[in-house]
């Protein structure tokens, strides 16, 4: 399976959860590292325009593009498992457990999750520290540059 990441050209150089801890964000607190990746590269360009306008995009970032074996299982989190405010903004402390879980646990490197900003999209997010991780692998990684229309 194919994932995409959009990241600064710094961070684009190797696959850490670092980045995702400093904060924390819709899927894990702070401290806790994991790395987010969409199913397709509308839906991570999508991701990232709720964070900025095409105008002020910087132009540093790089379209990450990874594999990930087919053999790897993964966890999904359906909408009905959810609470109904799952996808508020600032972001739901429910939302955080269920990705803190996940990488606590360590038992799956793969979480699939609904994405907030494209509904019936998904994204997924890998576990760093579980063992499978060291099977995935960057195939391309790609000036990126949104057409300023």
Not at 43 to 56: N, P, R
Not at 103 to 121: D, H, M, Q, R, W
Not at 124 to 131: C, E, F, R, S, T
Request: charged share 25%; glycine share 4%; proline share 4%.
């Amino acid at each position: 399976m194919e994932v995409f990441r959009l990241a600064g050209k710094k961070y684009s150089k190797i696959l850490t959860g670092a980045g995702a801890a400093i904060n924390g964000a819709r899927w894990n607190s702070k401290g806790i590292e994991i790395i987010y990746t969409s199913q397709n590269r509308a839906l991570t360009i999508a991701e990232l325009l709720v964070h900025y306008t095409a105008a002020i995009i910087p132009e540093n970032f790089e379209l990450i593009t990874m594999m990930i074996p087919d053999e790897i299982e993964f966890q999904e989190i359906k909408l009905n498992e959810l609470p109904d405010d799952w996808n508020i903004f600032p972001n739901n402390y429910e939302t955080k457990k269920i990705g803190d879980k996940f990488i606590t646990e360590n038992k799956y490197c793969l979480l699939k999750v609904p994405s907030v900003v494209v509904k019936g999209e998904y994204n997924i997010l890998i576990n760093p520290a579980h063992m499978h991780f060291k099977k995935i692998y960057k195939k391309r990684t790609e000036k990126f540059k949104i057409d300023n229309r």
